[in-house]
């Protein structure tokens, strides 16, 4: 079991940032890839940023490449988003998740265990 909990959303102007922190729990945490996706209002939920178990590998999707930066700390259970030059675009509710496996994981389907989101509103 992996219990996974997202802080760090908030209000933020176009071109700021923000830095997502998903604090896990469980054992398991430092031999998973983690990942995050976000849902804007009316939309599907999408991937934004991946990173395998040990760190060493990161990938996004296109829309924030760039502008986004995923990190982990295994000792402290913890992975994180730094979001830069933010657009209004990318208002939505972030989810952290945990991966079944160990490296490239860019699906829902490749994910069992999901925070509750943390919401993330940028305003122009």
């Known amino acids: 079991q992996v219990q996974l909990v997202e802080s760090g959303g908030g209000l933020v102007q176009a071109g700021g940032s923000l830095r997502l922190s998903c604090a896990a729990s469980?054992?398991?945490?430092?031999?998973?890839?983690m990942g995050w996706f976000r849902q804007a209002p009316g939309k599907e939920r999408e991937f934004v940023a991946g990173i395998i178990w040990s760190g060493l590998s990161t990938y996004y999707a296109d829309s924030v490449k760039g502008r986004c930066t995923i990190s982990r700390d295994n000792a402290k259970n913890t992975v994180y988003l730094q979001l830069d030059s933010l657009r209004s675009e990318d208002t939505a509710t972030y989810y952290c998740?945990?991966?079944?496996?160990?490296?490239?994981?860019?699906?829902?389907?490749?994910?069992?265990?999901w925070g509750q989101g943390t919401q993330v509103t940028v305003s122009s």
């Open positions: 469980g054992r398991t945490f430092s031999s998973r890839a």
């Open positions: 998740a945990a991966a079944r496996g160990k490296t490239w994981a860019v699906g829902e389907n490749d994910y069992d265990y």
